[in-house]
């Protein structure tokens, strides 16, 4: 079981708000229910995903304006994910991983499609940080440690509603998909392993 430490926490935090120096600048809280899966591979032997899983996101959100339809969309935002794989044989093993994510995306809006109602096209990558990492078995631990960072691409669409002068409530979906093997060090039962993060992400949330 690993954690990330308390002043590596506040770094991240001074980095989003060092962001959010510009009075145009939205901020907003998101929760965020996903479903986490895996994409498994290994040369040695036949494995496979071991099955998708339900978790809950949440985080805050940072968009600021580059024109009128264009943001930069930013963030810190904490995010489980499940790792886990299966062999012919039955045997399986399963792993909670936690991470804290900055996105950096672009977000296009549409024109209003009805009053206050606007749609929205996400696209871009997030560097994440793993902060908690522990095996649902003890008895199974193939994987003796997990990559500490992850690179995820993301791609998302929504419709956002202007509730307010200052209120916008947002709901949308989005695809990240990871590209760094999370594995970092196994033992001889799991040689050439690789573990890469899929999530399905329904992203629901309110900007001020």
């Known amino acids: 079981m690993k954690r990330l430490s308390i002043k590596s926490i506040f770094f991240l935090l001074f980095i989003i708000s060092a962001v959010s120096t510009s009075a145009q600048t939205r901020l907003g809280v998101k929760l965020a229910p996903v479903v986490t899966s895996n994409r498994v591979t290994n040369d040695a032997q036949s494995v496979d995903n071991d099955g998708a899983a339900f978790k809950m996101s949440v985080g805050l959100i940072v968009d600021k304006p580059l024109s009128d339809t264009y943001f930069l969309s930013s963030g810190l935002v904490y ?50 940080v793993k902060v908690f990492e522990e095996e649902e078995d003890p008895d199974h631990f193939a994987v003796k440690s997990f990559n500490p960072i992850d690179f995820s691409v993301i791609l998302g669409t929504g419709i956002e509603y202007r509730a307010g002068i200052n209120t916008t409530l947002f709901g949308g979906v989005s695809y990240q998909r990871g590209l760094i093997n999370a594995v970092n060090e196994t033992d001889a039962r799991a040689d050439d392993l690789q573990i890469r993060n899929t999530v399905l992400s329904i992203d629901l949330g309110v900007k001020f």
């Open 79 to 128: 995010i489980p994910k499940k790792a886990a794989f299966r062999t012919d044989t039955t045997y399986s093993e399963e792993y909670s991983l936690q991470y804290l994510q900055i996105p950096l995306t672009l977000k296009l809006f549409t024109n209003e499609m009805a009053p206050d109602f606007k749609a929205y096209f996400q696209m871009g990558g997030s560097f994440e």
